[in-house]
T-cell receptor
């Protein structure tokens, strides 16, 4: 069964820190990997999509990388802000059906 | 504004009752999805539809039913056969299922059992 694992499950950091969220997946047959943000009681917002032919994508203070050989992706958040507090989920697409989601990392950025 | 609208935001179900969650999109997307999210967990796929009048079971389809009579609408019915329906339900859509499509989500429906 295809699985996506996210580490850590929760993270609390002071404002201004750079941080890394990790995502690992079990199948190298990957079309793309997406990172989403979810605020409490809300839907998900797409942050970055990395195609299988790419190694990384950047949007503002966010940078996501993909290493297919090791089955890992990381989301790097630079100069974290309290507004970054949310749950971050990665999702893996094999192109066969629909996305498989990890359980998320709950991030709290302290002012 | 283009987007996905889910209603209601909160829904309560009595034992033995069927309830229907609404999902409408005006993004002209072909593919639509229903996911279930339990506290502290990721999303699990219930049903998905790649085109009008066609849909496929996901990982946890038992106790649920869907229809896709119109491109913009993909309602989910939680039947009495679903014994543990309390969860946050999310509807999503994408242009297609070709493998490099961004997914857009609605704001969710919280279903609880009375």
């Amino acid at each position: 069964k295809q699985e996506v694992t996210q580490i850590p499950a929760a993270l609390s950091v002071p404002e201004g820190e750079n941080l890394v969220l990790n995502c690992s997946f079990t199948d190298s047959a990957i079309y793309n990997l997406q990172w989403f943000r979810q605020d409490p009681g809300k839907g998900l917002t797409s942050l970055l999509l990395i195609q299988s032919s790419q190694r990384e994508q950047t949007s503002g203070r966010l940078n996501a990388s993909l290493d297919k050989s090791s089955g890992r992706s990381t989301l790097y958040i630079a100069a974290s802000q309290p507004g970054d507090s949310a749950t971050y989920l990665c999702a893996w697409d094999t192109g066969r059906r629909a996305l498989t989601f990890g359980s998320g990392t709950r991030l709290q950025v302290q002012p | 504004d283009g987007g996905i609208t889910q209603s209601p935001k909160y829904l309560f179900r009595k034992e033995g009752q069927n309830v229907t969650l609404s999902c409408e999109q005006n993004l002209n997307h072909d593919a639509m999805y229903w996911y279930r999210q339990d506290p502290g967990q990721g999303l699990r796929l219930i049903y998905y539809s790649q085109i009008v009048n066609d849909f496929q079971k996901g990982d946890i389809a038992e106790g649920y039913s869907v229809s896709r009579e119109k491109k913009e609408s993909f309602p989910l019915t939680v039947t009495s056969a679903q014994k543990n329906p309390t969860a946050f339900y999310l509807c999503a859509s994408s242009q297609g299922t070709g493998g490099n499509e961004k997914l857009f989500f609605g704001s969710g429906t919280q279903l609880s059992v009375l």
